[in-house]
């Protein structure tokens, strides 16, 4: 069985701040992981993935995330925020390889003021 | 031109009427999922299929049906919507050649249920 907990469901930030989302898991086996951006009225669009290579992923639009097993934690930062950050963020688990469903958290809100 | 579209993008009905979204997909890929999304729960899983002859539950099917007619289509039946199926509806695909599981999602279909 695998879950995922946003810790956050709103998170406020000015502008050039940094961000910080956080996520825990809970897998009975070694994880993949995967952040999801959903714009207003848009789809969901990858932003990272954690698939064993690598602890620390960098993705689109200056975002990163680091796989931290001792803490079951896969935690979203970016050092400055920008306006067009302002999106729900998706914390996603799901078994390796790709062999089964996708478990998402219940989103974070990101809100960006000037 | 968007790789997996969703039609129709929004739809009013009543109680008791059936309705039917359709995603199709230009990606080539052999896995497709139906979600729903609900304020402050995430995506929820409905329906997946791993081929088109491989149709399985999800975590809130009852209400459901689906149809794989081709690789590239994917179909959602509500039998007889009730309002508390009123929420947003996406689709997603996936390609079983690749090993992390990486999901692509459409824009959505916005759902009222009177």
């Known amino acids: 069985a695998q879950s995922v907990t946003q810790l956050d469901s709103h998170v406020s930030v000015s502008e050039g701040t940094p961000v910080l989302l956080r996520c825990n898991y809970s897998s009975s086996y070694s994880p993949s992981l995967f952040w999801y951006v959903q714009h207003p009225n848009k789809g969901l669009q990858l932003l990272l993935k954690?698939?064993?290579?690598?602890?620390l992923v960098k993705g689109i639009n200056g975002f990163e995330a680091e796989f931290k097993k001792s803490e079951t934690s896969f935690h979203l930062t970016k050092p400055s925020a920008h306006m067009s950050d302002a999106a729900e963020y998706f914390c996603v688990v799901t078994p390796p390889r790709g062999y089964s469903t996708l478990t998402f958290g219940k989103g974070t809100m990101l809100l960006v003021s000037p | 031109d968007a790789d997996v579209t969703q039609t129709p993008r929004n739809r009013i009905t009543k109680t008791g009427k059936r309705i039917m979204l359709e995603c199709s997909q230009t990606?080539?890929?052999?896995?497709m999922y139906w979600y729903r999304q609900d304020p402050g729960l995430g995506l929820r899983l409905i329906y997946y299929?791993?081929?088109?002859?491989?149709?399985n539950k999800g975590e809130i099917s009852d209400g459901y049906s689906v149809s794989r007619q081709a690789q590239a289509k994917f179909s959602l039946s509500l039998e007889s919507a009730i309002p508390n199926q009123t929420a947003l509806y996406f689709c997603?695909?996936?390609?079983?050649?690749?090993?992390?599981?990486?999901?692509?999602f459409g824009p959505g279909t916005r759902l009222l249920v009177l």
């Open positions: 990606k080539g890929h052999d896995r």
């Open positions: 954690y698939t064993s290579a690598a602890t």
């Open positions: 299929s791993f081929d088109v002859k491989d149709i």
């Open positions: 997603a695909t996936s390609d079983s050649r690749q090993s992390y599981g990486t999901q692509y």
